[in-house]
Antibody, heavy 120, light 113 residues
Framework: QVQLVESGGGVVQPGRSLRLSCAASGFIFTTYGMHWVRQSPGKGLEWVAVIWYDGSEKYYADSVKGRFTISRDDSKSTLYLQMNSLRVEDTAIYYC?????????????WGQGTLVTVSS | DTVMTQSPDSLAVSLGERATINCKSSQSVLYSSNNKNALSWYQQKPGQPPKLLIYWASTRESGVPDRFSGSGSGTDFTLTISSLQAEDVAIYYCHQYYTTPWTFGQGTKVEIK
């Protein structure tokens, strides 16, 4: 079954760290770029980060640059998002998404998301 | 950053009627190398993750009903639902992947009149 399953969300205090994971199955993980996209409660979508299929390129939204790090472990078909120096405004559902076969830019498959709440 | 502006913010359409959503980017998203527009559309129903509908501005994703179509080039794009069905009630987002940071529009909520 082709799917993405996120984990690692929870409640964390401002300034602390959290690592999200996204387990991929049912497709060849190493042939796809992977994204993180977030959605604050009741708000729209915000693209967060992307990593190329081979890990050679990584790009970030300005709002998380320098604080978040995207990475992948191809041996485990797993995507990660290390989130440091968390802020209240980072509160959101975090979705991982698979890139497209023609371009890294699209999000062709989405997970159900994991909720991160940053609060004191 | 490339700003994506959708209009309207919401619209109500009768079943079987046409729904049209516009998306304008603050800069062109047309790749000169392949003459394709790096613009996609997503549908998000309540309580669900988004779903890819259209990419390269007009290419329908596999399995997406043909009542959904995308058009436009450069900075102005349109998503059209030719005959609105009850299951199309959702929020629709445009997204540019021409230049990082990739950005989404604010979303357009489609309801039944």
């Amino acid at each position: 079954q082709v799917q993405l399953v996120e984990s690692g969300g929870g409640v964390v205090q401002p300034g602390r760290s959290l690592r999200l994971s996204c387990a991929a199955s049912g497709f060849i993980f190493t042939t796809y770029g992977m994204h993180w996209v977030r959605q604050s409660p009741g708000k729209g979508l915000e693209w967060v980060a992307v990593i190329w299929y081979d890990g050679s390129e990584k790009y970030y939204a300005d709002s998380v640059k320098g604080r978040f790090t995207i990475s992948r472990d191809d041996s485990k078909s797993t995507l990660y998002l290390q989130m440091n120096s968390l802020r209240v405004e980072d509160t959101a559902i975090y979705y991982c998404a698979r890139g497209g076969s023609e371009t890294h830019g699209i999000c062709s498959l989405w997970g159900q998301g994991t909720l991160v709440t940053v609060s004191s | 950053d490339t700003v994506m502006t959708q209009s309207p913010d919401s619209l109500a359409v009768s079943l079987g009627e046409r729904a049209t959503i516009n998306c304008k980017s603050s800069q062109s998203v047309l790749y000169s190398s392949n003459n394709k527009n790096a613009l996609s559309w997503y549908q998000q129903k309540p309580g669900q993750p988004p779903k890819l509908l259209i990419y390269w501005a007009s290419t329908r994703e596999s399995g997406v009903p043909d009542r959904f179509s995308g058009s436009g080039s450069g900075t102005d794009f349109t998503l059209t639902i030719s005959s609105l069905q009850a299951e199309d009630v959702a929020i629709y987002y445009c997204h540019q992947y021409y230049t990082t940071p990739w950005t989404f529009g604010q979303g357009t909520k489609v309801e039944i009149k």
